[in-house]
C-alpha cells in the first residue's frame, strides 16, 4: 500500500505542475455575417494613417492576403474594404449599448472579460479585428466578419493571421 505522505506529495507536485503550465491563449475565432465575396479581381482597401502601427500593419497584412488570392487593392474597385484592429486588455469587455441598464440587468456584450486565473502568467491582452466588405454602387454590406483571440502579447504575426483568417472567412477559402 503505498505511503499517505508520498502520495499526497506526489498529488501535489502533479497538480503544481499541470498549473503552471496553464495559459491565457485562447484560438482566434472568427464570427461573420453575409454571403462570400463574388468573384472579383480588384478591391479599394480604406487607407490606415502610418501614425497608428498597429492599424497600418492590419490594414498592410489585409493587403497582402487578398494579393495572395490575387486579388489587387485599387481605389476605384468596385468592392470596399472598412476595417477596425482594437486590442485591450482581456479583463475588460466590450458592452453593446450604453451600458446604464444598471449592475443587475443582463449584459449584451460584444466581447465579454475575461476573469483573471490564479495561475495566469501574464496580464492577458485581447485582439478583436473586424472587416467589412461594402458594394461601392449600392451601400450594401457584403460581408462583416470579426475575429478575436487572448494571448500574453500580440505582433505582427499575430495581426497577419487575423487578416488571413478574415480575408479566406470573406471568401470562404481556407486559410493559408
Known amino acids: 500500500m503505498p505511503h499517505p505522505r508520498r502520495t499526497?506529495?506526489?498529488?501535489l507536485?502533479?497538480?503544481a505542475a499541470g498549473l503552471s503550465a496553464c495559459s491565457v491563449s485562447s484560438p482566434l475565432t472568427i464570427a461573420s455575417s453575409g454571403a462570400a465575396l463574388a468573384e472579383t479581381?480588384?478591391?479599394a482597401i480604406e487607407e490606415a494613417d502610418r501614425a497608428y502601427t498597429?492599424?497600418?500593419?492590419f490594414?498592410?497584412?489585409?493587403?497582402a492576403a487578398f494579393a495572395q488570392r490575387a486579388i489587387a487593392a485599387d481605389p476605384e474597385a468596385r468592392t470596399?474594404?472598412?476595417f477596425s484592429l482594437a486590442m485591450r486588455d482581456a479583463e475588460q469587455g466590450v458592452l453593446r449599448g450604453n451600458g446604464s441598464e444598471g449592475e443587475d440587468a443582463e449584459q449584451d456584450w460584444i466581447a465579454a472579460p475575461r476573469k483573471a486565473r490564479r495561475f495566469d502568467e501574464c496580464e492577458?491582452?485581447?485582439?478583436?479585428?473586424?472587416?467589412?466588405?461594402?458594394?461601392?454602387?449600392?451601400?450594401?454590406?457584403?460581408?462583416r466578419g470579426s475575429g478575436e483571440a487572448t494571448e500574453c502579447q500580440f505582433g505582427e504575426a499575430q495581426i497577419a493571421a487575423l487578416a488571413e483568417r478574415l480575408v479566406a472567412?470573406?471568401?470562404?477559402t481556407e486559410a493559408d
Open 8 to 11: 499526497a506529495a506526489l498529488t
Open 13 to 15: 507536485g502533479l497538480l
Open 41 to 43: 479581381r480588384a478591391i
Open 54 to 57: 498597429t492599424r497600418s500593419q
Open 59 to 63: 490594414a498592410d497584412a489585409l493587403s
Open 80 to 82: 470596399l474594404a472598412d
Open 124 to 143: 492577458a491582452k485581447q485582439l478583436r479585428g473586424t472587416l467589412v466588405l461594402l458594394d461601392r454602387a449600392t451601400g450594401k454590406v457584403i460581408y
Open 169 to 172: 472567412d470573406a471568401l470562404r
